[in-house]
């Protein structure tokens, strides 16, 4: 079994956050939904055509 613990490999203090730009890097990561993307992406990809 294993345990997740949610911890950094060291510590990291935030002094002024900036929504703007960490949208901006989520953004170049593939975006919030880039599971169902990748999903759709294969279904597309292996859909049977006539």
């Known amino acids: 079994?294993?345990?997740y613990e949610?911890?950094?490999q060291y510590p990291v203090k935030i002094?002024?956050?900036n929504?703007?730009?960490a949208k901006i890097i989520i953004t170049q990561y593939g975006?919030?939904?880039r599971f169902l993307r990748?999903?759709?992406a294969a279904f597309g990809e292996n859909y049977p055509r006539r």
Do not use: D, F, S, T
């Open 31 to 33: 975006g919030p939904n």
């Open 6 to 8: 949610k911890r950094l």
């Open 1 to 3: 079994m294993w345990v």
């Open 15 to 17: 002094k002024n956050p």
């Open 19 to 21: 929504p703007a730009l």
């Open 38 to 40: 990748c999903m759709i």
